[in-house]
C-alpha cells in the first residue's frame, strides 16, 4: 500500500543535542513538506520541497535543517539551536494542487 | 488578520445533529481548498477537497464554498460520536510558487450521545 512513513513515533532529546526524523513516501508525490503543531494550534510549515535536491524555508525553518537526495525521503533534524522543539511533527506529500497525505507523526520531547 | 480563520469552538452537537463548520480566507485568489479531520493525537486525514463555488456532497459530509464572501464550510449531517475530533480547514493560496497548504487553527467538535 502506498503511503507515508514516519518514524520514530516517539522520540526524547536531550539539551544540545541534535535529532534527525525520518520521513519516506511511496506515492510517487513530487513535494514534501514539514509541519510543526503544538497542542490546541494548527499546522505550521517548517520546510518543503518540491523536486529532488531543492527545499525551500517555510515560517518557522529558524533550527531546524532538512535535505531532499531522493524523491522519497525527506529527513527533518532539529537541531540545538531550536530552543522550544517539544512538538507533534508532521511529514506531508502532495501531488500538484491536490490535498495532502500525512504521515502518522512524530511526537518530539525535550528532557 | 490570519489567512485561515476557523472558530476554535468547542462545538457541541447531539447524535444525529447536522454539525456546522465554517472557515473564512484571505486570500481572494485561493483556487483549492480541503478539510481535514484530526483525532487526538493523530496526523490530519483528508475528508473533502472542494475546488469551484457551491456544494460538494460525499455521504454525510457536504463542503460548501462562496468565494466571492471567501468562506468555506463543512456540514456533517447524522452526526456520530466518531465525528467528534478536531477539524482543519486548508487553502493553497495564490501567492507563491509552492502548493503549500495554509491552515487554520482548527475547530474541535465533540458529538454528544
Known amino acids: 500500500d502506498g503511503g507515508i512513513t514516519q518514524s520514530p513515533k516517539y522520540l526524547f532529546r536531550k539539551e544540545g543535542q541534535n535529532v534527525t526524523l525520518s520521513c519516506e513516501q511511496n506515492?510517487?508525490?513530487?513535494?514534501m513538506y514539514w509541519y510543526r503543531q503544538d497542542p490546541g494550534q494548527g499546522l505550521r510549515l517548517i520546510y518543503y520541497?518540491?523536486?529532488?535536491?531543492?527545499?525551500q524555508k517555510g515560517d518557522i525553518a529558524e533550527g531546524y535543517s532538512v535535505s531532499r537526495e531522493k524523491k522519497e525521503s525527506f529527513p527533518l533534524t532539529v537541531t540545538s539551536a531550536q530552543k522550544n522543539p517539544t512538538a507533534f511533527y508532521l511529514c506531508?506529500?502532495?501531488?500538484?494542487?491536490?490535498?495532502?497525505?500525512f504521515g502518522s507523526g512524530t511526537r518530539l520531547t525535550v528532557v | 488578520q490570519k489567512e485561515v480563520e476557523q472558530n476554535s469552538g468547542p462545538l457541541s452537537v447531539p447524535e444525529g445533529a447536522i454539525a456546522s463548520l465554517n472557515c473564512t480566507y484571505s486570500?481572494?485568489?485561493?483556487?483549492?481548498f480541503f478539510w481535514y479531520r484530526q483525532y487526538s493525537g493523530k496526523s490530519p486525514e483528508l475528508i473533502m477537497s472542494?475546488?469551484?463555488?457551491g456544494d460538494k456532497e460525499d455521504g454525510r459530509f457536504t463542503a460548501q464554498l462562496n468565494k466571492a464572501s471567501q468562506y468555506v464550510s463543512l456540514l456533517i449531517r447524522d452526526s456520530q460520536p466518531s465525528d467528534s475530533a478536531t477539524y482543519l480547514c486548508?487553502?493553497?493560496?495564490?501567492?507563491?510558487?509552492?502548493?503549500?497548504?495554509?491552515f487554520g487553527s482548527g475547530t474541535q467538535l465533540t458529538v454528544l450521545p
Open positions: 486570500d481572494r485568489g485561493s483556487q483549492s
Open positions: 520541497s518540491q523536486i529532488v535536491n531543492d527545499f
Open positions: 506515492l510517487n508525490h513530487d513535494a
Open positions: 472542494i475546488y469551484s463555488n
Open positions: 486548508a487553502v493553497i493560496p495564490s501567492s507563491g510558487s509552492a502548493r503549500q497548504l495554509t
Open positions: 506531508a506529500s502532495s501531488r500538484q494542487q491536490y490535498g495532502y497525505t
